[in-house]
C-alpha cells in the first residue's frame, strides 16, 4: 500500500537496491538475532550429538578422546536396560497419546460447540493441571497411590501421563474447533448430509490438523516427561528416568547416540511433515480474510 | 457464592472424593506377615531386633531360575556389558539367572520393595544388595529371610576373612554375607592441593578449606556426612547420641558455606574435570579414576574412616531361594572372587583372592602381556582393593539407626543440604 | 443410535466430557484432596499416619521453608522476564518477518525439545564446566580468572530453566502475533506513529494473551522446577522443588511436603490471579 495515502514510501519499503546501509543493517537485526537464538537453542543439542561419537577409554565422557562409530554400532546391545526403558517411554507415550487425544478432543468439542452446565468449573478443571507444577502433580499421585496401596508400575506411569496431557490437548484442539467455519457444516447438511455423516466427512478432516497437533504434543510431553514419572514410576525405569540414573555414574555416550537418533527421527518427521502441508494448502479452514 | 448454578455435578464429586480420603491414613510399613513393635528405640550395635519367622530358608535343590538385583557396574562384565561371572554361573549350575541393576541408592530402592514386603508378597528379587545399615533395617523388619550359613554357604565360612562373622549390622550372618566393601575416605587432587592430606579437618575444619572454597565435596547420603563430621569430633559413629548428631550437624553447617555441592556418585566427574580439590571419596572409584590420572590421591585420614559393606541377602517370600544361596556360595570360591575383584575394585570379602590375582599377573606377564600384568598387579597391591590392617583398625561402621533416630538424623542433614 | 442421539441432543456434551472428566477428576483433583488429607496427617511410615487435621502444618512448613519459597518466586520472576525478554523479538521476527519460513522456523524452535529433557540439562552440565571447553579456553586465555565458576550458582540454574521455557513463551507469543493484520501497524503508521510507537500502542497490545499465555507457561513450570537445580546448582540455590522432592523420596515426610506441595500451588495461583489483575487494568487504559 506504499503511497496510498499520497506521501513518500518510507525507507523499509524501498526496493531492495535503493535502500540506504543503516536501514538495511536495521533491518537485519532481527532475523540475525533469531538466528542467534536459534544458534542458542541447537548448542546443548551439538554438543550431545558430538560426543556421541567420543572414543572415550574409562567412564568419563567429557573430554574428547578421539572419533568412533562404536556407540552408533553397539547401541542397542550395550545396556539392555536402557533398551527396556526405552521401550516403556514408547509405550506409555503411544497409549497415553491415543487415550488423552480422544479424550481430549471429545471435551475441546464439547467445549466449543454446545451448550451445558458447569462450563466455568469444567474450565477451571482443564486449567489448573497445567497451572500445577509438575512436582505437585507427581507428589500428590503418589499420595494418591500410596494411600489407595497401589503399587507403582508402568501402569499408574500411564495413568499419570494420559492424565496431563488431557488438559494439553484440550487447549490445542479448541482453538482449532473455535476458528472452525460451521458455515460448511450447515451447507453439508442442506446437501442431505446427517449429523454423522458431516462430522465424519467435513468436520472431521477439518480439525484433524488440530487433532494432530495436540496428539504430537502429547506425545513429545510424555516421552520426555521426568518430574511426574519419577514419583510414580516405582521400579519401572523409563528413558529419562534411566538417563538421570546414569548421570550419576557416568552417562555413556549410547544415550547421546540415542538423543541425537531420536532428534533425527523428529527431524524428519518434520521435514516430511512441512513437505506435506505445502502440498496440502487447500485444506486450511476457509476465513475469508488473510 | 455458591449458587445453585456452581454446585454442579464436578463439584459434588470432588466433595465426596474428599470426605472418603479423610478417612484414609497410609497403611504403616511392616504390616505384612511380621510386625514389630514401633515404640522401642534400638540399642546401638545391638542383634537385630525380633526374631520373626525363625526358620532359614535354603537346605533344599536349586530353582531354575534366580532374580538378581545389584547397584550398576558391580560385576564384571565383557566389552558388550555382558556379566561375565553371572553367565559363568549359568553355564556351571544351569540355573536362569535374571540380573537387573536395579539399585541406585539403599532408600529409593527400599521405596520400591517396601508395599510387597509390607503386604506379604514376593518383591520379585531372590537376591539383593544393599548396605550394611539397611540390612539391620530390613531384618529389624522383618523382611529378611534368615539363612543358614554353615549348611548353605560352605565357601563363605572357608574364606571370608574373619572381620566379617561379626559384624554389628548382622552378628552371625544370619541374614546377610557381605558381596563388597568400599572405604568412605577423603580423594584430593595434588594439582589444585599444594599440601598433603592427612586429616579430618583439612576436609572440614572452615579456616582451613578457606583456601579451596568452593571445591570441596561431600555426599549427600546423610550417613556418610554425618559420620565424617562425627569422627572429625572425636565420635565412634556407630555410637553416636542425638547429641552428637546435632554437633556433627553443626560441624557440617560450618563447613558448609565452601562445600561445592553434596554429590552421590557423580563426584567422581567432578573430582577428574578439576572442579573438586578434596572431597569424600569411595576407593573403588579412586582405584578407577588413578587409572586416568595418577595423580590423584586417596587417603584414610588419621582420625579415622568409614568402612562400608554391601551385604547380599534374601527378601521375604522370594522364590529361589536355593538358587539364591548357590549364588552366594559361588562368589566365595576364591576364583571367582578374584575375577570380580578385578573388575570392580572394591574391597572384597574373599582375601585368598589377593593370591589368585598375583597369579593371574604372573600369567599374563609369561604370555607377554604387560598392559595386563601391571593392571592386575595394581589390583593385588593396591591397599584400596586389599587394605592393611592398620588401615581396617582405623575404619568405622556406620551406625544402624531406629526409625526415630533416622528422622532426627535426616531432619538434621536436611538444614545442612537444603538450607 | 442416530435417532436416540437426536433426541437426547442435550445430552450429547455431557457424554463427550464424562471420559475426560472423570480422568481429571480421579487422578487430578482426587490426588490433591488426597494430599490435603495427608499434609494434615501425623505419623510415620513405620507407625502409620493418622488424621489429625493438623492445620499447624502450613504455617510450620512456611516458616521452616521460607527461603526456599522466596528463592523459587524471584527465580521464576526473572526466568519469565528473560524468556520474554528473549522470546519476544524472535515470535515477532516470525510472525512478521518470517513469510514463507514461518513454520520453519516454529519447527526450529521447538526442536531442540524433542531430545530428553536430562539429556539437555546435562550437556549445558558440560558446557558450563569450570574447565570445560568454553570457560577452560576463555581462562587459559586469561579473560577469565581461574576461579570464576557457572556451575552451581545461581545464574546457571536461571539459566537452565530459561531455556527450557524458553520455546513455552515463544509459540503463544508467535500465535497471537500472527493474527494482528499487518494493516492495522501500515494504518498507525500512515497515521504519523514512529514505528515504536506503534509497536508500544498497536502490536504490543494486541499481543497481550499471548505475553499472558507466554509467561504463565514459562512462570509456572520454573517456579516448581528442581532438576536445574539439582544438576546445575548447588545448596545455595535449592529450590522448594528440591526440598519437596527430598522430603516425599528421602525423608519419607509425607504430611510436610504434601503441605509444601499445596503452599507451592495457592502461591502460584494467586500470582497468576494477581497478574491477570494486572493486565486487565492494563487493557483499560488503551
Known amino acids: 500500500m506504499a503511497g496510498s495515502t499520497g506521501f513518500a514510501p518510507t525507507a523499509d519499503r524501498l526496493p531492495d537496491r535503493r535502500r540506504p546501509l543503516p536501514t538495511r543493517i536495521r533491518t537485519a537485526v532481527l532475523p540475525v538475532y533469531t538466528g542467534l537464538v536459534v544458534m542458542y537453542l541447537f548448542l546443548p543439542i551439538v554438543v550431545m550429538a558430538v560426543f556421541g561419537f567420543n572414543d572415550i577409554q574409562g567412564r568419563f565422557n567429557f573430554t574428547w578422546q578421539g572419533f568412533t562409530l ?28 491415543l487415550v488423552a487425544t480422544t479424550f481430549g478432543t471429545l471435551i475441546g468439542l464439547a467445549l466449543t460447540r454446545y451448550e451445558f452446565r458447569g462450563r466455568g468449573p469444567l474450565n477451571l478443571l482443564i486449567f489448573l493441571p497445567i497451572a500445577t507444577p509438575e512436582i505437585v502433580l507427581g507428589a500428590s499421585l503418589l499420595a494418591l497411590f500410596v494411600s489407595a496401596g497401589v503399587s507403582r508400575d508402568l501402569t499408574t506411569i500411564t495413568i499419570a501421563h494420559i492424565m496431563f496431557n488431557i488438559s494439553f490437548v484440550v487447549v490445542t484442539v479448541r482453538a482449532r474447533i473455535a476458528g472452525f467455519d460451521r458455515a460448511l457444516e450447515e451447507a453439508a447438511m442442506d446437501l442431505g448430509a446427517d449429523e454423522l455423516t458431516t462430522f465424519r466427512k467435513v468436520t472431521f478432516p477439518l480439525i484433524f490438523p488440530g487433532i494432530l497437533a495436540a496428539g504430537l504434543l502429547a506425545f513429545a510431553l510424555s516421552i520426555d516427561d521426568f518430574v511426574i514419572t519419577q514419583f510414580t514410576a516405582g521400579q519401572t525405569t523409563t528413558f529419562p528416568l534411566w538417563v538421570y540414573g546414569a548421570s550419576r555414574i557416568g552417562v555413556p555416550p549410547q544415550v547421546n547416540v540415542m538423543g541425537t537418533l531420536i532428534f533425527l527421527i523428529a527431524l524428519v518427521g518434520i521435514v516430511l511433515w512441512v513437505a506435506f502441508q505445502r502440498r496440502d494448502m487447500t485444506a486450511r479452514p476457509t476465513t475469508l480474510e488473510r | 457464592m455458591i449458587t445453585r448454578r456452581s454446585l454442579n455435578p464436578f463439584a459434588v464429586v470432588a466433595l465426596v472424593g474428599a470426605l472418603v480420603l479423610s478417612a484414609c491414613g497410609i497403611s504403616p510399613e511392616g504390616s505384612g506377615e511380621a510386625s514389630t513393635d514401633p515404640g522401642t528405640s534400638q540399642d546401638p550395635g545391638a542383634s537385630t531386633g525380633t526374631d520373626p519367622g525363625g526358620e532359614a530358608v535354603g537346605g533344599g535343590e536349586p530353582e531354575d531360575s534366580l532374580n538378581f538385583a545389584n547397584w550398576p557396574l558391580y560385576i564384571d562384565q565383557d566389552d558388550d556389558g555382558n556379566p561375565v561371572t553371572i553367565q559363568d554361573f549359568e553355564e556351571a549350575t544351569e540355573i536362569d539367572v535374571t540380573y537387573t541393576e536395579s539399585i541406585e541408592d539403599n532408600t529409593s530402592f527400599f521405596g520400591t520393595i517396601q508395599p510387597a514386603l509390607a503386604g506379604g508378597e514376593d518383591t520379585g528379587y531372590d537376591i539383593i544388595v544393599v548396605t550394611d545399615w539397611m540390612i539391620g533395617n530390613l531384618a529389624r523388619l522383618g523382611y529378611l529371610e534368615k539363612i543358614d550359613v554353615e549348611r548353605d554357604i560352605p565357601n563363605f565360612v572357608a574364606n571370608a576373612d574373619p572381620v566379617y562373622l561379626e559384624r554389628s549390622y548382622d552378628p552371625g550372618n544370619q541374614y546377610s ?65 542425638l547429641e552428637d548428631a546435632e554437633a556433627a550437624q553443626q560441624t557440617l553447617l560450618e563447613q558448609a558455606p565452601c562445600v561445592r555441592g553434596y554429590y552421590g556418585n557423580e563426584y567422581a566427574d567432578d573430582l577428574a ?109 593396591s591397599p584400596l582393593v586389599f587394605p592393611t590392617q592398620e588401615m581396617l583398625d582405623r575404619l568405622y561402621s556406620y551406625k544402624v539407626l531406629d526409625e526415630e533416630e533416622e528422622r532426627q538424623w535426616n531432619e538434621l542433614f536436611q538444614e545442612v543440604v537444603q538450607g | 443410535m442416530t435417532e436416540w442421539l437426536r433426541h437426547h441432543r442435550g445430552l450429547i456434551p455431557y457424554l463427550f466430557l464424562v471420559p475426560g472428566g472423570l480422568w481429571l477428576i480421579a487422578f487430578f483433583v482426587l490426588p490433591l484432596l488426597t494430599a490435603v488429607s495427608v499434609a494434615l496427617q ?38 519469565t522476564a528473560l524468556t520474554m525478554l528473549i522470546g ?38 558440560f558446557i558450563l564446566a569450570d574447565q570445560g571447553f568454553f570457560l577452560g579456553t576463555l581462562k587459559d586465555i586469561g579473560i577469565l580468572d581461574q576461579g570464576f565458576r557457572l556451575l552451581a550458582t545461581p545464574v546457571a540454574v536461571i539459566s537452565g530453566i530459561t531455556y527450557n ?60 522446577d528442581y532438576l536445574n537445580a539439582e544438576l546445575l546448582g548447588s545448596r545455595n540455590t535449592t529450590m522448594i522443588g528440591n526440598v519437596i522432592q527430598r522430603l516425599y523420596l528421602v525423608n519419607n515426610d509425607y504430611p510436610q511436603a504434601s503441605a509444601l506441595s499445596l503452599i507451592l500451588m495457592l502461591g502460584i495461583l494467586v500470582s497468576v490471579f494477581l497478574y491477570r489483575r494486572l493486565l486487565r487494568g492494563q487493557e483499560l487504559t488503551i
Not at chain 1, 85 to 91: A, H, I, M, R
Not at chain 2, 213 to 232: K, L, V
Not at chain 3, 49 to 78: H, K
Not at chain 3, 110 to 118: A, Q
Request: hydrophobic share 45%; with cysteine; aromatic share 12%.
Open chain 3, 165 to 224: 521455557f524458553l520455546p513455552f513463551v515463544v509459540l503463544p507469543l508467535y500465535v497471537a502475533l500472527e493474527r494482528i493484520n499487518p494493516k492495522l501497524i501500515e494504518a498507525a503508521e500512515d497515521l504519523y506513529a514512529s514505528r515504536t510507537q506503534a509497536f508500544l500502542r498497536v502490536t504490543l497490545p494486541l499481543s497481550i494473551s499471548g505475553v499472558f499465555a507466554g509467561s504463565l507457561l514459562s512462570f509456572i513450570p520454573a517456579v516448581g
Open chain 3, 42 to 79: 501425623e505419623g510415620s511410615l513405620g507407625t502409620g499416619y493418622r488424621l489429625t487435621f493438623n492445620f499447624g502444618i502450613f504455617p510450620e512448613a512456611i516458616a521452616r521453608w521460607d527461603d526456599q519459597l522466596v528463592r523459587s518466586l524471584q527465580y521464576g520472576l526473572i526466568v
Open chain 2, 177 to 241: 554375607v557381605p558381596y563388597q566393601s568400599g572405604i568412605t575416605g577423603i580423594a584430593y587432587n595434588p594439582e589444585l592441593v599444594d599440601e598433603e592430606i592427612t586429616s579430618m579437618a583439612q576436609l572440614l575444619d572452615p579456616e582451613l578449606i578457606e583456601k579451596y572454597c568452593g571445591q570441596i565435596g561431600m555426599f549427600i547420603e546423610m550417613r556418610d556426612s554425618m559420620s565424617f563430621a562425627m569422627i572429625h569430633n572425636g565420635v565412634n559413629p556407630s555410637e553416636a547420641t
Open chain 1, 70 to 97: 562404536e556407540h552408533w554400532a553397539n547401541l542397542f546391545n550395550r545396556y539392555p536396560a536402557l533398551n527396556q526403558s526405552l521401550f516403556n517411554s514408547l509405550t506409555v507415550a503411544v497409549i497415553s497419546t
Open chain 3, 88 to 125: 519476544y523479538p524472535m515470535a515477532y521476527t516470525i510472525a512478521f518477518r518470517g513469510g514463507r519460513y514461518k513454520n520453519i522456523l516454529l519447527l526450529f524452535v521447538i526442536m531442540p525439545f524433542f531430545t530428553s529433557f536430562i539429556i539437555r540439562t546435562i550437556s549445558w552440565k
Open chain 2, 273 to 381: 574435570n578439576g572442579s573438586l580439590a578434596i572431597t569424600m571419596a569411595w576407593s573403588g572409584d579412586v582405584f578407577q579414576l588413578q587409572f586416568d590420572n595418577p595423580d590423584l590421591q586417596f587417603v584414610v585420614p588419621e582420625e579415622g574412616a568409614i568402612l562400608w559393606t554391601d551385604n547380599m541377602a534374601i527378601p521375604k517370600g522370594a522364590e529361589h531361594p536355593n538358587a539364591a544361596l548357590a549364588m552366594m556360595d559361588y562368589l566365595y570360591d576364591p576364583e571367582v572372587a578374584a575375577q570380580v575383584a578385578e573388575w570392580v575394585n572394591y574391597i572384597t570379602p574373599v582375601p585368598g583372592a589377593q593370591e589368585i590375582i598375583l597369579g593371574h599377573a604372573d600369567d599374563a606377564a609369561a604370555e607377554g602381556d604387560t598392559e595386563t600384568e601391571e593392571y592386575l598387579r595394581a589390583v593385588a597391591e
